[in-house]
């Protein structure tokens, strides 16, 4: 009896012993957790910079692996949302002209206010969408390779070309526009209205005619 009594003594201290290890480990994994996300947000609180030194936006060029968001706003400008300086991705304002580049395998994203902006010329497989509507007197949009713009526009002109593969989804309304595009290319202007529109087809393939014919019959 006495050495039963003793074994079930012994087990009671070893799950004791277990449950406070069991604990133990609970509390460590729970505290490393926390710091761990305390770290996350102070890192992504990081990442966030903001550029208020900026001259009058007048011209936006954009290159590369870059997706940029456009609004209105009484004073220019620029915020970016990844440490840029660290990836030599390129965010320059010069001469009202603003720069920005990136051929990193992450998109690096950018949001401009502009109190003026006249012209915009996209490349590569960047994006560019305006957050809400993007209001301007004379507005400039030339898309290039496979860009692609999602723009909501308020403009008294607005002229808009599509080369190559590039892609544009406009909506809103001007009161001129002038909009010219490749055969290659994909434009939405559904939800998009003018006083005066001109539509040109800047370039087709050598056998349009042939494919206008066939589709014709």
């Not at 008294?156 to 809103?172: P, Q, V």
Request: glycine share 2%.
């Amino acid at each position: 009896m006495d050495i039963e009594n003793n074994n079930n003594t012994q087990n009671h201290k070893n799950i004791k012993i277990m449950k406070t290890t069991i604990l133990t480990i609970a509390i460590a994994v729970s505290t490393l957790f926390g710091v761990c996300q305390s770290a996350s947000a102070k890192n992504a609180k990081e990442e966030v910079t903001t550029l208020t030194e900026v001259a009058p936006i007048s011209k936006i060029e954009i290159h590369g692996n870059v997706e940029v968001y456009l609004s209105n706003a009484a004073a220019d400008q620029i915020k970016v949302y990844n440490s840029y300086y660290a990836e030599s991705a390129l965010v320059q304002d010069q001469a009202g002209v603003l720069r920005i580049s990136s051929y990193k395998a992450e998109k690096l994203i950018v949001w401009v206010s502009v109190s003026d902006l006249r012209n915009l010329d996209v490349y590569d497989n960047a994006e560019v969408k305006s957050f809400g509507k993007l209001s301007a007197i004379d507005l400039d949009v030339n898309l290039y390779n496979n860009a692609s713009a999602k723009l909501n526009l308020d403009s008294y002109s607005a002229a808009i070309t599509l080369n190559s593969h590039a892609k544009a989804d406009i909506s809103g309304e001007a009161n001129e526009a002038v909009i010219k595009y490749d055969f290659s290319s994909t434009l939405n202007t559904t939800n998009f209205s003018a006083k005066h529109i001109a539509r040109t087809l800047k370039s087709a393939p050598a056998n349009m005619g042939e494919l206008t014919e066939f589709a014709s019959l």
